[in-house]
């Protein structure tokens, strides 16, 4: 049975033309697949010639375009992925909303798109959640993934940047991403992004050059690739979603930010709730040998990944070289727990968010 919804015409100064009929109650809200599930409404606006136009919201649907739409040709397009979390009163709150906006502007700004102003993005995605509230799961990793989305509209063949764009704000209830520890393997065959590529931007081919390399991975029983720089094939980046960790003895290790992977919100989170806890904490170039010592030496206590869509991911394994490093029992390591707790903690305002994190927008 679908709810039948009384939706008002504009809110918060936005157009809106609602779904006359919710699929909310179509949906098993305790077994939600992640990703495949979209609420009622989207977020729409067109940047014409420069120009931003009215965003407006409207039922969640497919687009009108043609083949030769700049964006599936030569693939400007770039995106982002935050959350939305249900306060125990109920009430929607974001992650760090403000830094999503930020990021998006940076990507586009590599990838020669328009600004998306605050005004856009912010409100606009504020009042589409406002609307869509009831699709917010419960849960204790249930969340509103919001994808926001800025692609290049211009019909023409020939490689040059678009004239005119569109924004797209769509969401889906989420639960967990990974639900078991997770399995990574390194490899000097592929690499992800190059000093001066686009490697710190969300845009979409970066993820579309990374899926041959993680198909191959997930072939042999890992989950994602564990991606090594593309100079010396050593250094450790990331992973396909998330950044990664490692905790060697008592000091928690980190790659460093070199404009090649991505600057992860909740990876910028965690070093923050690591420096005010005391922990000894170490942006740095990480080699895949000085991993593989340190597990020779029973030093590798911990390792985990950390992404809007996982939160903290433990590691459970890292192949390289033809041989597996197995990580501790996910009951023994002590970083990753107390990160995990605290982050959702925050998150869900269970703990007091001492950082001005969570926002109404
Ligand atoms: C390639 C990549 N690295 C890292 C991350 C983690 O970033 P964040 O913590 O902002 O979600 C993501 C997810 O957005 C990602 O796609």
Known sequence: ??????????????????????????????????????????LVADCIDGEWQAPEIVPYGALNFTPAMSALN????????????KRPDGAPVFFRIMDNHKRMNLSATRMCMPQIPESIFINGIKTLIELDRQWLPSGDQGALYVRPLLFATDDYIGVKSSDNYKFVVFTCPVGAYYTKPVNLL????????????TGAAKAAGNYAAAMMPDKMAKSKGYNNILWLDGKDHQYIEECGTMNVFFVIGDTVLTPRLTGTILQGITRNSVLRLLKDNGYKVEERPISIYEIEAAYNEGMLRDAFGTGTAASIAPINKIGFAGKDMQLPDVADRKVSTWLSDTLNGIKYGQITDPYGWMSEA
Do not use: C, W
């Open 1 to 42: 049975m679908n709810t039948i919804l009384d939706t008002p015409q504009s809110l918060n100064g936005i157009s809106i033309t609602g779904v006359t009929n919710s699929r909310l109650s179509t949906i098993d809200m305790d077994n939600i697949p992640f990703g495949r599930i979209f609420s009622d409404h989207m």
């Open 74 to 85: 030569y693939g400007q397009s770039i995106f982002e992925g935050m959350k939305a979390y």
């Open 186 to 197: 390194a490899t000097k065959e592929f690499v992800r992004a190059s000093v001066g590529g």
